[in-house]
């Protein structure tokens, strides 16, 4: 084939794996490959959670995301101004134009705090927080540090998040963290969320909220965040509810990259970009395929997720040159480990149709889904290394495959 | 799911009394439910709430969710909360004659 010119949008979990993927897949007389992100900066975003508890600091969760770029590929530090779809172009804030003959959106989301009323107001970063991003996790653990008990209120504002575990595993470790500081009793920790359970799927929610009760962590559900007094610690509802708190933990609302809402086409109205769930390939252009976070699709914005994706997305790329059908072979499929406390951890393992369920991942031999182990927090914590070392050079990790599989799950055919 | 009569009509629910078919609905239906659910009456900024879930989920197969409402329908969110109390995207959709919407993942 003549040589081809592919742009990945985003240096980021899902830009990276997929730029080394392909890189692997062409040689440099078949593609060139050009990555583009606003900064240097690859931040393993698992780490967060740890963050304020003292467990991992910043430094350690940062690396260059030039560095993980396999030789080459291109990097460009910039920020996207536009895409013209039309004319297979994109657009750099310096004024570069990047021709494409593949274009891939990974650029994932940006939080927005400002969008909910009052939350970036006073009291931002002093009684309310955010662990979503380094500097807000940094700050946090500094006021957890000096916190010495009262309300500590745990919110998620609305759906999408990124992780929607991570909020979940943020309050059991604040229950674990207070217990070790000796100051659980004088806490009231409160967990609200707009979902009508602690989770959003029904089995692995009943076994969240048993361990929310057994943690003594009230649970308040349908709860619409819509206004935050930092000053006054008051978190209030569109429906009139109020949430008093000492320390405020929130999960703000999500959006696209800022540049998609400046793309004709491109994105739907809160900037996620409409993707075949299936392919990865988007409805806008043949020739532009988007994973990760960045996507609409209705599945957990989770790094497994973006992982299982690109795999799927480097072969619908090679298809796509060549002329052949796209494989449909994206099912969904998610993992996560549940950091729960207490040196213990969860797993659950679902796609678009089976829901988490009980069992072992990935065969009966492997690791207890859905229940506490030792086991599971040793998975998550010798993740950091997989993820610097396999998956982001896009080497392909046995028993971790794009299709979800059912061998070790127990079925249940009914459920309440 | 389960056959029920609304306004004289018989048509198909779930559970929580959605429609499961968004033909077997009429503006009588709309009106029923809504005072079911404590709307005595479905005012112009109703309808536009309705109409709009009703024909975006038609058209793309989802209804959507409260944000984009209050993004798209040119009703804003507060103003969702006090046509539509407790859960405005449920609500409307049930009024609408539209399945459930799906809570994100």
């Known amino acids: ?43 393993y975003q698992p780490g967060l959670l740890f963050v304020p508890f003292g467990l991992a600091r910043v430094e350690e969760i940062v690396r260059p995301r030039r560095r993980q770029l396999r030789k080459g590929v291109v990097f460009h530090e910039n920020e996207v101004e536009s895409v013209w779809v039309e004319r297979d172009e994109v657009l750099l804030d310096d004024g570069t134009v990047l021709p494409y003959d593949v274009l891939i959106v990974a650029t994932g989301v940006r939080l927005q705090p400002e969008e909910t009323e009052g939350l970036t107001g006073p009291g931002w970063n002093e009684r309310a927080f955010t662990f979503y991003s380094p500097d807000g996790a940094a700050q946090l653990q500094r006021a957890l540090e000096r916190f010495e008990g009262g309300r500590l209120v745990v919110n998620l504002v609305d759906m999408p998040i990124k ?38 799927k029904p089995i692995a929610s009943e076994h969240l909220a048993g361990l929310l009760s057994e943690r003594e962590i009230e649970l308040v559900t349908e709860f619409n965040a819509g206004e935050v007094d930092g000053v006054g610690g008051k978190l209030v509802s569109y429906d009139g509810r109020e949430l008093d708190f000492d320390l405020l933990v929130t999960v703000p609302l999500h959006g696209g990259a800022p540049y998609v809402e400046r793309s004709p086409g491109l994105g739907d109205a809160l900037g996620f970009v409409p993707t075949d769930r299936r392919t990865l390939q988007t409805p806008v252009k043949p020739n532009v395929f988007a994973l990760g976070d960045a996507t609409d ?24 040159f060549a002329g052949e059908e796209l494989d449909a072979g994206y099912d969904g499929h998610a993992n996560c480990f549940i950091e729960t406390g207490f040196h213990k951890a969860l797993l659950i393992d679902f796609n678009y149709e089976t829901e988490p369920l009980p069992g072992r991942f990935p065969t009966a031999f492997g690791l207890p889904l859905l229940r506490e182990s030792r086991l599971n927090h040793l998975g998550k914590l010798m993740f950091q290394w997989v993820y610097w070392h396999a998956l982001l050079p896009g080497r392909e990790i046995p028993g971790l495959g794009p299709a979800m599989p059912m061998r070790g799950k127990k079925q249940t055919t009914t459920h309440a | 799911m389960t056959m029920t009569l609304i306004a004289d009509a018989p048509v198909d629910v779930d559970a929580e009394g959605f429609l499961t078919d968004p033909e077997q609905w009429n503006e009588a239906i709309a009106d029923a439910i809504a005072r079911e659910n404590g709307i005595p009456e479905l005012t112009d900024r109703h309808w536009l709430v309705v109409t709009f879930m009703r024909e ?29 109390p407790k859960g405005p995207a449920k609500l409307a959709a049930k009024i609408g004659g539209i399945p459930k919407p799906k809570g994100c993942i």
């Open chain 1, 1 to 43: 084939m003549s040589r081809k010119r592919i742009v990945v949008l985003g240096g980021g979990t899902g830009g990276t794996m997929t730029a080394n993927r392909l890189r692997r897949r062409f040689d440099e007389e078949e593609a060139e490959i050009h990555v583009v992100d606003r900064d240097d900066r690859h931040v």
């Open chain 1, 297 to 320: 699709l209705p599945t957990s914005k989770a790094g497994s997720v973006t992982h299982f994706e690109a795999e799927v997305l480097t072969e619908n790329v090679a298809r796509y």
């Open chain 2, 56 to 84: 975006r989920y038609l058209a793309t197969g989802a209804a959507p969710s409260i944000r984009a409402l209050g993004k798209e329908s040119g009703v804003p969110i507060k103003e969702l909360y006090q046509l539509f």
């Open chain 1, 163 to 200: 992780c929607p575990v991570a909020p979940l595993e943020f309050a059991f470790l604040a229950d674990w963290y207070l217990r070790e500081r000796g100051i659980r009793n004088r806490t009231e920790l409160i967990y609200s969320t707009p979902l009508d359970a602690a989770f959003t």
